[in-house]
């Protein structure tokens, strides 16, 4: 058959017909307003969660300091306090001082100066011998009188040096005032040297430069000059020379052991406790700690620490390390100490009282305004041991198919890879927007043994995971909180490896990997 032509102009008249049909048609029923509202019943599978989780996930997020991770990433508690942290400002103060002082002079006849020399000395309230200080706060109060030198037609200025002071710029404290009047000057960056005479310490020398002025009569002359001079607010900015131990009282405090509080339930053997003081020590010389008390404590029964060194020392930076803290530490463990027999207890506090001395053999050293003197002590648990009915609690948030409007049948799928070495008995709440749970998954069931613990060797080191996968039908009442409930409580009631009969290393790197899906039959409405 030969193929059919159609000529241009034929073409052109159908497919203009074809057009003017369409445009004419009616299609009305085809408004998407007008069309009824749909309802179907589907079978949905959707994921809800998809966590992985370590044991510091399920520490409460104000507890969050409680978690260390060690160079091993082994994973520890830790409950800490601060026994003491002070300066050299606040350890040593300075006292006001009070330095009276009297000459004579006349005023001759060609020459107008005369110069007096005064020896003063230093007291800080305790037995220091003292190479120099240097101020950080202070003032110099001067005031001078002379009777009869108004009288007799003369005045005179008093220049007043203390040689051998110096500030930043290198000038000697100097200040002038005339007889008869007063002045202040700060002392503020000034350093004063000081020198011992004998069994006298702590000495410094005042020159007094007297200049007199005027054309009178010296019917009263020699002139008493009776100065009165004072150091008042006083702090040091820098103190060098040998000084006197001190003695401070630090600690006398409880640190609360969360984990042993009130509420807690189950066994749990810590293999390896430690109790650690450290302090961070900038004074230059060493400080001598001696335990006053130190015990475990729970309710009537307490277990006093032994095994601290009497005295432990604190070392001290050294003239080319000044302002630089040194960091001392002390750990008592089951070797040296009884602490793992304080920890048996479930202790609830831990109380520590120390004295310290400062300098206690009275060595040459120095104190800066900003020396800084903190001691810190913490009790770590190393989570390796044995563990039995101990609790952990963390919340997750799921999100819900909102278009779904009544359930006929959910089904869930729980899949649990569990690289703890930790029996996990779980139960799972549904709970609201403000976390209160509405229903629990296995309501009566006191052990649903959703995963056994991963495999671990001989050392309590984890070998392999351990996986499980449940499938969870749910009841009418699960089924309506769990289309209102926009979080998932995860509880879990650990048992170690092996029944606990092996201890085991818990490190941050093991994790409970958790995946829960749904299967959900339900009616969906679809609106028009």
């Not at 193929?3 to 073409?11: Q, V």
């Not at 370590?54 to 520490?59: A, G, H, L, Q, R």
């Not at 606040?90 to 004579?104: G, W």
Request: hydrophobic share 40%.
């Amino acid at each position: 058959m030969k193929p059919k032509k159609i000529r241009y102009g034929l073409g052109l008249l159908i497919a203009g017909l074809f057009v003017v049909g369409l445009a004419s048609c009616d299609y009305s029923y085809f408004e998407i307003d007008e069309l009824p509202d749909y309802q179907y019943s589907p079978v949905f599978a959707f994921p809800l969660v998809n966590s992985s989780l370590t044991i510091s996930d399920f520490v409460p997020d104000d507890d969050e300091d409680l978690i260390e991770v060690g160079d091993d990433q082994l994973i520890s508690l830790v409950y800490s306090d601060r026994l003491v942290s002070t300066t050299g400002a606040l350890l040593y103060s300075l006292p006001n001082a009070q330095y009276p002082a009297n000459f004579s002079a006349s005023p001759p006849g060609k020459n107008t100066l005369q110069t007096f020399t005064r020896t003063f000395a230093f007291e800080t309230g305790h037995a220091d011998e003292l190479d120099s200080l240097g101020f950080g706060q202070g003032v110099f109060s001067l005031q001078v009188s002379a009777p009869g030198l108004a009288a007799d037609g003369y005045q005179a200025t008093i220049t007043l040096t203390i040689p051998g002071s110096y500030n930043q710029s290198g000038q000697p404290f100097s200040m002038e005032v005339n007889a008869n009047g007063t002045a202040e000057k700060s002392m503020i960056g000034y350093t004063i040297p000081f020198y011992s005479s004998g069994t006298q310490h702590n000495q410094f020398d005042v020159h007094y430069q007297v200049e007199f002025s005027g054309q009178g009569n010296p019917a009263n002359a020699p002139y008493t000059f009776n100065i009165s001079q004072q150091w008042v607010g006083l702090q040091l900015e820098k103190m060098f020379g040998t000084l006197a131990t001190r003695i401070l009282n630090i600690g006398g405090m409880g640190i609360d052991i969360g984990i042993f509080s009130s509420d807690f339930e189950g066994e749990i053997v810590f293999e390896d406790p430690r109790l650690r003081l450290m302090a961070a020590n900038s004074f230059g010389f060493p400080i001598n700690v001696t335990a006053s008390d130190l015990y475990l404590e729970h309710d009537d029964q307490s277990v006093e620490i032994i095994g601290f060194p009497s005295p432990w020392t604190i070392q001290a930076p050294g003239i080319n390390q000044m302002g630089q803290p040194l960091v001392t530490s002390f750990v008592l463990n089951r070797a040296n100490s009884n602490i793992f027999d304080g920890v048996e207890i479930y202790p609830e506090t831990v109380y520590s009282s120390f004295l310290s001395e400062l300098n206690p053999g009275q060595e040459k050293g120095f104190v800066l305004e900003d020396s800084r003197l903190d001691v810190l002590v913490e009790l770590e648990l190393p989570l390796y041991g044995i563990a039995s009915g101990f609790s952990l609690k963390d919340t997750i948030e799921f999100s819900r198919n909102d278009s779904i409007t009544e359930i006929e049948w959910i089904e869930l799928v729980v899949d649990v890879v569990n690289g703890l070495p930790l029996d996990l008995f779980l139960q799972l709440g549904f709970a609201d927007e403000d976390y209160t749970v509405q229903v629990e998954l296995f309501e009566g069931v006191d052990d649903f043994n959703l995963v056994a613990a991963a495999q671990v060797d001989g050392s309590g080191n984890v070998i392999s995971p351990e996986r499980k996968n449940t499938k969870i039908y749910l009841n009418e009442q699960q089924s309506i909180a769990f289309l209102n409930s926009p979080n998932l409580i995860l509880s879990a009631r650990v048992l170690t490896a092996n029944q606990a009969q092996t201890s085991v290393k818990v490190y941050d790197y093991q994790t409970l990997d958790v995946r829960i899906g749904a299967r959900v039959k339900a009616k969906v409405l679809i609106e028009f």
